[in-house]
């Protein structure tokens, strides 16, 4: 049976790690005022990626944490994802030139279908789609935004652009600790080809359990649906250990 990647968040607001609640910049808690450090203590811990997200960038369409970010690449080895406010051709081979394994279109997958096409055939293997989710129709411009399209259906609609990986976030879950969105999220990841990255909600062990129980199933009939999951103010707040959770979702546990 194959595992499931732990991604750590490591959310950025002014240069500070922070979480959020459902994605309110107005709700914002923060963990730390070095971002290098705490990327440093997930790589410590064992994890083998990071998960990045300008918020600031996200809401200005352009990065704005561009020295934390700098920070974090020149501090660990492990590869890092990062969304955020990447829009154009140029911020992508500008972010991917600079050492980040991978970066997350959200916005641009709504609003410029072919710069996520030309993106993922310039980089294979290197862009991801981030699909956030409002009661199951896609959220814009940092979550401000809110859309008519279904978040499954934007899914479909790139399933033959190569994309790495879909990062498929529910809003209303996301820093509530309550758990994932399981249905929504095996449903859209049962439907594609493409992997599917599960985010928002996770609050204890257990969610991780479930997940990792539904994605490959008893015998593994799941394999591959689901590539990994983020978490973020449960490892934060120690409600998840990370040695235990790596251990959990690699099989170990």
């Known amino acids: 049976m194959t595992g499931l990647t732990l991604y750590p968040a490591i959310d950025l607001k002014d240069g500070q790690c922070v979480r959020l609640r459902r994605g309110e910049m107005d709700q914002a808690t923060v963990y730390s005022h070095d971002p290098g450090a705490q990327a440093k203590a ?30 974090i690449l020149k501090t660990v080895t492990i590869p890092v994802q990062l969304g955020g406010g990447i829009r154009d051709m140029a911020g992508i081979e500008a972010w991917l030139g600079a050492g980040v394994r991978r ?12 710069l996520v096409r030309q993106a ?6 290197r862009v991801a789609l981030g699909i956030d989710a409002r009661e ?20 479909l609609r790139y399933e033959d ?14 820093g509530m600790l309550g758990g994932l969105n399981l249905e929504q999220t095996m449903d859209l990841a049962f439907q594609l080809s493409t ?4 985010s ?3 609050g204890c062990l257990e969610d991780l359990a479930a997940l990792k ?16 999951v983020i978490v973020g103010r449960a490892l934060y707040d120690g409600r998840v250990d990370p040695a235990a959770a790596l251990a959990l979702l690699s099989g170990r546990g």
Request: proline share 4%.
């Open 136 to 155: 199951g129709f896609v959220a814009t411009e940092g979550w401000a935004e809110n859309s008519e399209i279904r978040a499954l259906d934007l899914a």
């Open 200 to 202: 928002g909600g996770v």
């Open 42 to 71: 997930w790589q410590d811990a064992g994890c083998q990626w990071l998960h990045v997200v300008d918020l600031n960038g996200a809401f200005a369409g352009r990065a704005v944490n561009r020295d934390a970010v700098a920070q």
């Open 103 to 114: 970066v997350i279109l959200g916005s641009a997958a709504v609003k410029n279908p072919p």
């Open 120 to 125: 993922c055939r310039a980089f294979p293997g």
């Open 195 to 198: 992997p599917v990255i599960a």
């Open 213 to 228: 129980r539904l994605a490959c199933g008893e015998n593994g009939d799941g394999e591959g649906a689901i590539e990994g």
């Open 161 to 174: 652009a190569g994309a790495a990986a879909i990062i498929y976030t529910d809003i209303s879950r996301d």
